[in-house]
């Protein structure tokens, strides 16, 4: 069975900072990892996803990712954090079965509140 | 081109109801997966429906169940509401066939927010 962690359950920083948000995984097979943000009152916005090549991943709004397999993990990074980043974080990963398995296991989010 | 939209956005039953939510999938996309998100938590997967049929299920009780129209929208239905049951409900549409996760990608609307009381 898989499972997500994501390590802060919140994050506070000041406008321009830099952020990074934890995620480790666990999983006896191959995977793919995800990153979703989550505005107040919407759905999921995929962020960047790994599924294979290089590990480190460019997605929108000026994220990134690394993958680290021998640490299991998937932290998010980016170097100048906006008011408008202020949201809920969720990292998620599939078994990366071939075909259409979209079945996602999430964590439980990280909560990224931006201060002036 | 319209993403993902569910009906109601919100609703309040009481225990022992039955809901039903529905989805529209994103204009192409054939397959419907629905989440539950509790407060405070991330979203867990209910199930999957791709030509009409259940695909997977995640760790769900019967009472959940789902139907998928020959127009690709889906309807999930809930019976003997329990309180645990609040949540916001998310429906996410993709693509069947494709080499997942190379082209595809889970599109989710902005939920049924469930209140039982």
């Known amino acids: 069975a898989q499972s997500v962690t994501q390590l802060d359950s919140q994050v506070p920083v000041f406008e321009e900072a830099p952020v990074e948000l934890r995620c480790n995984y666990s999983?006896?097979?191959?995977?793919?990892l995800f990153w979703y943000v989550q505005y107040p009152n919407q759905g999921l916005q995929l962020l960047l996803k790994y599924l294979s090549g290089s590990t480190l991943v460019k997605g929108i709004n000026g994220f990134e990712a690394e993958f680290n397999k021998s640490q299991t993990s998937f932290h998010l990074r980016k170097p100048s954090v906006h008011i408008s980043d202020t949201a809920e974080y969720f990292c998620?990963?599939?078994?990366?079965?071939?075909?259409?398995?979209?079945?996602?296991?999430f964590g439980k989010g990280t909560l990224l509140t931006v201060n002036p | 081109d319209a993403g993902v939209t569910q009906s109601p956005t919100h609703l309040i039953k009481t225990r022992g109801q039955q809901v039903t939510l529905r989805c529209s999938p994103k204009s192409g996309h054939d397959t419907v997966s629905w989440y539950q998100q509790a407060l405070g938590q991330g979203p867990q997967f209910i199930f999957q429906y791709y030509e009409e049929e259940e695909r997977q299920r995640g760790n769900f009780p019967d009472r959940f169940s789902g139907h998928q129209f020959p127009n690709y929208s889906s309807e999930l239905n809930v019976n003997a509401l329990l309180l645990g049951d609040s949540a916001l409900y998310l429906c996410a549409s993709s693509l069947w066939g494709y080499y997942f996760p190379n082209t595809g990608e889970l599109f989710f609307g902005e939920g049924s927010r469930l209140t039982v009381l």
């Open positions: 998620a990963v599939s078994d990366g079965s071939g075909g259409s398995n979209y079945k996602l296991t």
């Open positions: 999983s006896s097979v191959s995977v793919y």
